[in-house]
Each structure stands twice: as structure tokens, then as C-alpha cells.
């Protein structure tokens, strides 16, 4: 089974940051789009991220646009996700995830995460305020 994972999750204060990684030791990620997902208690999963491996477009979700970044390191063949500005709101499992289809959503589509093909288990986040 192809496995990613998800690391670097934790407990921080409000306005704090976190980065997060999501690596492979089974998949080469170029060639794939990574994307990065969260759940909260009681609500719908978000995709929030994604890197193209084609292009190198981003896209954001509006939820964390201007606070969080996704970037890329191909020799490490890992993704990672800086969290900044952190609010309580972003508690929440995240989840990476890839897709052999290596283009990102543009503009303000949303991004569900129904057609990526390889999960990983996600890292929890707590923001306390």
C-alpha cells in the first residue's frame, strides 16, 4: 500500500505558527499534485492546499489564504505547509494527500479532495486561545 505521511502537527496558541510535512517513501511525488486537508469535530473535511508538481502552482483556500504557504522539496520528496497567524478555527485534523492528476484547482474553486488517490494519516492540530 502506498503510504504518506503527515507530521508536525501539535498544540499552539492563537496567533502561533506550525509546519507541517507530508512525505513518501513509496510514491515520487513529482508527477503528482499534493494537497493538504483538514476536519474538525462535527464538520465537513476542507481542502486547503494544494502544489502542483507540474507547474508549481498553489492554490489556497480562502479560509487560510495570506496565512498559510505550501512549498515543495523534490530532493527530500517531501511538501510541506507553513501555518502562520494560527486561529483557533484551524484546529482540526490535516491530512496530505496526492493526486496522479498534477494540477491544482484555480481560482476560487473549492477543493473536495474526491479524486486524489493516496491518503495519508493526519496530524492533529490544536489552537487554543
Known amino acids: 500500500d502506498v503510504q504518506l505521511q503527515a507530521s508536525g502537527g501539535g498544540l499552539v496558541q492563537a496567533g502561533g505558527s506550525l509546519r507541517l510535512s507530508c512525505a513518501s517513501a513509496?510514491?515520487?511525488?513529482?508527477?503528482?499534485?499534493i494537497g493538504w486537508f483538514r476536519q474538525a469535530p462535527g464538520k465537513e473535511r476542507e481542502g486547503i492546499s494544494c502544489i502542483s508538481s507540474s507547474d508549481g502552482t498553489t492554490y489556497y483556500s480562502h479560509s487560510v489564504k495570506g496565512r498559510f504557504t505550501i512549498s515543495g522539496d523534490t530532493p527530500r520528496n517531501t511538501v510541506y505547509l507553513q501555518m502562520n497567524s494560527l486561529k483557533p478555527e484551524d484546529t482540526a485534523v490535516y491530512y496530505c494527500a496526492a493526486d496522479r492528476f498534477p494540477h491544482c484547482p484555480g481560482g476560487d474553486s473549492t477543493y473536495g479532495g474526491s479524486g486524489m488517490d493516496y491518503w495519508g494519516k493526519g496530524t492533529q492540530v490544536t489552537v487554543s486561545s
Open positions: 513509496d510514491i515520487n511525488f513529482d508527477g503528482y499534485s
